[in-house]
């Protein structure tokens, strides 16, 4: 059996995905594997990607990252969720948060103790009981477990990040533990004659680089798992038809908010990230809904600063390779499929299949069993964020252009639709288990997109109208109280983790 192991992994691209994967194999593998990784400066990366969801907190514990060390290095900002404006209907705007809104009582969501008041003339939206709206509407943040000592749980967060400078950090870790990079543009793929495994990549400049196991982190092109293996692509544009994207950072503006900024645009939406030395930006649309021009147009005068340069045109297709692991040729990242940046979802996916291999890692035989559950299970979660994010789009009361009609009357599937009748009804949700978003998140965008249930669960009725009103306010001021206890953002990162080059 030992003399079946695996000895030499390959690992094609340095993006985020490629170093992500050195880091992660080189902590956990055994330190006699030879890691390589070839990558093309000359090539590049795709740069952007700079928001990320609390699973990345996971994944700096595992890498054995120093927190502070890592948003100083990075040029990081904490971030407790996304806002979401003009996307249900034009002037209304939602936080989708990290954490809950309000606090479950005897096993049953909050929202529906809200949905009940509300039915006896509340006149409080649901964001008014969230610790992370009242955070995010003050601009303040901290590290804070818990409410007080109540039950209540405290701020969740994640991070915005330079991901260029993000790759690098990642690269010193993955090369102190002994990961060899190689720079360099691969020309070739060899195939081996009678497994059709891959054998070598070879670089133009004749180098050649056997492996046991290729990890395919080469970007769009998915130059093994697609280009020398011939892996279809599955698209998924019909139900998220954003193609398109245009990135550009502007100068840093004052406060500096603790949350990302979605602005939905006539045929497609607007990103605004923050980091401690400049705003990221970006609009992602559909080309066949806008033009260039005018998308760059919309994206440059809905600026808060001067632009650093000129935008960085990236286009796509949202959708999945139809296998991730194929033969020896593992695909991560950009390579495996690409779930359209609204939820700020792909690095996830890069550390969650990272970490799926590292569980199902294979012998030099390659036994099918692995790639199958492996396959089976990076599918299910690429369909379940798919759902998710075609929620944002098809849950709208817009009318106002082509692409948000095309949006809201489009098929979507069946899975989604269940969803969706099941909430409308009396607020509940059945979340599958290896659902990536918890039922709050659900909840809160099904809410914040105008989908409000018709009524609520009997339960809710188990307290008096006095009780629940007492409940309701009770909720209020413990948020107040803590939230009031917070530093202002920019001081948490002033004393914490500022990076010193501004
Ligand atoms: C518009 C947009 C916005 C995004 N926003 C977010 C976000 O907010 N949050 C998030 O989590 N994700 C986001 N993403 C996704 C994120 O950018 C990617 O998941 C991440 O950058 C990983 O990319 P990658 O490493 O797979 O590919 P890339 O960054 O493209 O890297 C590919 C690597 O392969 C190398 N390579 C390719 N061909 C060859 C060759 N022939 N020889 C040698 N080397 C080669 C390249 O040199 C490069 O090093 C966004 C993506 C887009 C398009």
Redesign the pocket.
Known sequence: MGDMQIERVVI???????WISAAALSRFLPSHLSITL????A??????????IPQIRRLNTMLGLDEDDFVRETRGTFKLGIEFSDWGHIGERYLHTFGNAGMSLANLPFHQYWLRARAEGLDASLWDYSLHQRAADTGRFGRMERVGNTSMTGLAYAFHFD?SLYAAYLRRQAEAAGVTRIE????DVTLDGETGHIASVTLQDGRKVGGDLFID?????G?LIGGALGVAYEDWSHWLPCNR?L?VGCARTEPLLPYTKARARTAGWQ?R?PLQHRTGN?H?FCDAFMEEDEAREILLSGLDGEPTGEPAS?R?TTGRRREFWYRNCVA????SG?LE?LE?????L?QSNISRLIELFPTRDFDPVHAEEYNRLVGREYELIRDFLILHYHRTDRDDSAFWRYCRTMDVPESLKDKLALFARAGQLYRAPDDLFRETSWVQVMIGQGLIPRSYHAMADRLSSDQLERFLADIRTLITRAVDELPAHESFIRDHCLSEEQ
């Open positions: 094609v691209g340095g993006g985020t995905a490629g070839i990558e093309s400066e090539i590049g990366t795709v740069g952007v990607g700079e928001a990320t991901s360099g543009r691969i020309g982190c080469s970007g769009f092109r130059l994207a990135a990103w990230i970006g992602v990236l796509f991560i990242g950009l390579s690409f940046p700020s979802t792909s690095i996830h890069i």
